[in-house]
C-alpha cells in the first residue's frame, strides 16, 4: 500500500530527517503534504527531485490524507492530531501528547510492534533516550529479566530541536571569534559545558526527561513494576545521545552470553574494542540507524554475576525519533 502522507513540522529538526529517511527508505508515498507554522509557508524544499512547497498547518490541512508524521511539539499534536483522525488519517505522533494515554500504543519496533494493532486512529513515538535504552536492553531483559536498571545520559542538543543545534554551533562561532556566548534557546550555556536536563523538575525531584524513560519504559515492556532511575544531562553534542547502562540481572550473565546477545540484536551494532580504546561515540552514531553498543563489561560491584554495565550511542533525531516513526509506519 502507498500512502498519502503529511509531515507536521516538515521544517524542523525532525521533520528534515523525515524527508531524508521517507527517501532513502523509499517509503511508498502517493502524495506528500509538508505542513509547519505560518512563518514557513511558502517555503520551497528538495524532495525526491521535485520541489515541494510548505503549508501552513490548519485544521483543514487533512483532507484526503491517510497517514501523518507529526514531530510539531506536543500542544500542536494535541490540537491537531484529533482532526487528522477525524480525517480519516493514522497519525504517528512523535511528541510526548498521547505517549502516556493506556488507549495508545507507544511502540518501538524491535520492542512491542504488536501493540501498533490495537491502535484507534494515533500511534505514538516515544522519548528519544527511551527508545536509545529500549533497543539494546529488550533483548536482554527478554533472555534475563531485569530486577533494577540504572541509567545516565550524556544527551545532543538536538533533542532541543534545530534551533538549539544552531544555538551550540553559533556558540562555538562566537568562542573562537572572542565574541560573546549567548543563550536564548537553552538555559545554559552548551558550549565547554554539561548541565541537568533542561525539563521541568518535577516534586520528586526528577526532571520530566528521566520520569519519561522511566514510564515509557514500563508501558513498552509491559513491565509496570521493573526498576529503573535516570539522571538525564546534556552534553555539547550537536545530534547524537549516548548513556551509560547498568543492569542487574535476575540470574548471573556473562559479557560472553551479553556480546552473543547483541551481537543478534536488531538495531544493534556492537563497537566494542578494548585494545585501541575504541567504544560508541556520538560522532560516528550520528547519521546511522543502528543504536552503538561497547564497553560490555560486568559489573564488580555486584557478587554472584549478575551486573552488567553498558555505554550506548544513538542518533537521536533518527532512531531516536524520525526513523522510529517511519518504522512503525512501515509496520503499518
Ligand atoms: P516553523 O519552522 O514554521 O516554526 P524543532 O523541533 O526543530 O524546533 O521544529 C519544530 C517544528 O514544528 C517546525 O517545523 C515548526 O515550524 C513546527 N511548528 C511549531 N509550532 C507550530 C505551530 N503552531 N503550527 C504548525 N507548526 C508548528
Known amino acids: ?121 494515533i500511534i505514538a513515538n516515544p522519548n528519544c533516550s527511551t527508545i536509545i535504552m529500549n533497543v539494546p536492553v529488550w533483548p536482554l531483559h527478554k533472555a534475563n529479566p531485569i530486577r533494577r536498571l540504572v541509567v545516565s545520559t550524556y544527551q545532543a542538543v538536538s533533542g532541543a530541536g534545530a534551533k538549539a543545534m544552531h544555538e551550540l554551533e553559533q556558540q562555538a562561532r562566537d568562542w573562537a571569534a572572542g565574541r560573546p556566548v549567548k543563550s536564548e534557546v537553552m538555559p545554559h550555556q552548551t558550549l565547554f559545558n554539561v548541565f541537568s536536563h533542561n525539563s521541568r523538575v518535577s516534586a520528586n525531584g526528577y526532571n520530566e526527561e528521566e520520569n519519561k524513560m522511566l514510564n515509557e519504559t514500563r508501558k513498552i515492556f509491559h513491565c509496570p513494576d521493573i526498576r529503573i532511575t535516570a539522571t538525564c544531562v546534556r552534553v555539547p553534542v550537536l545530534r547524537a545521545h549516548s548513556e551509560a547502562i547498568n543492569i542487574e540481572f535476575s540470574r548471573p ?70 526513523l522510529n516513526a517511519v518504522q512503525i509506519a512501515e509496520l503499518l
Open 1 to 121: 500500500m502507498a500512502w498519502k502522507t503529511a509531515i507536521m513540522g516538515a521544517t524542523g529538526a525532525v521533520g528534515t530527517e523525515f524527508l531524508a529517511i521517507l527517501e532513502q527508505r523509499r517509503f511508498p508515498l502517493k502524495s506528500l503534504k509538508l505542513l509547519a507554522s505560518a512563518r514557513s509557508a511558502g517555503k520551497k524544499v528538495q524532495f525526491m527531485g521535485q520541489e515541494l512547497v510548505i503549508e501552513e498547518l490548519t485544521d483543514n490541512s487533512f483532507k484526503g490524507v491517510e497517514l501523518v508524521l507529526a514531530s510539531a511539539g506536543g500542544s500542536v499534536s494535541k490540537q491537531y492530531a484529533p482532526a487528522a483522525v477525524a480525517a480519516g488519517a493514522i497519525v504517528v505522533d512523535n511528541t510526548s501528547a498521547f505517549r502516556m494515554d493506556g488507549q495508545i500504543p507507544l511502540v518501538v519496533p524491535e520492542v512491542n510492534p504488536q501493540d501498533i494493532k490495537a491502535h484507534k486512529g
Open 253 to 322: 550473565m556473562g559479557e560472553d552470553e551479553v556480546r552473543g546477545i547483541l551481537s543478534a540484536a536488531p538495531g544493534v551494532r556492537i563497537i566494542d574494542d578494548r585494545q585501541r580504546n575504541y567504544f560508541p561515540m556520538p560522532l560516528e552514531s550520528a547519521g546511522h540507524d543502528d543504536v552503538l553498543v561497547g564497553r560490555i563489561r560486568q559489573d564488580m560491584s555486584l557478587s554472584g554475576g549478575t551486573g552488567i554495565d553498558l555505554f550506548v550511542s544513538g542518533d537521536q533525531i533518527r532512531k531516536g525519533a524520525a
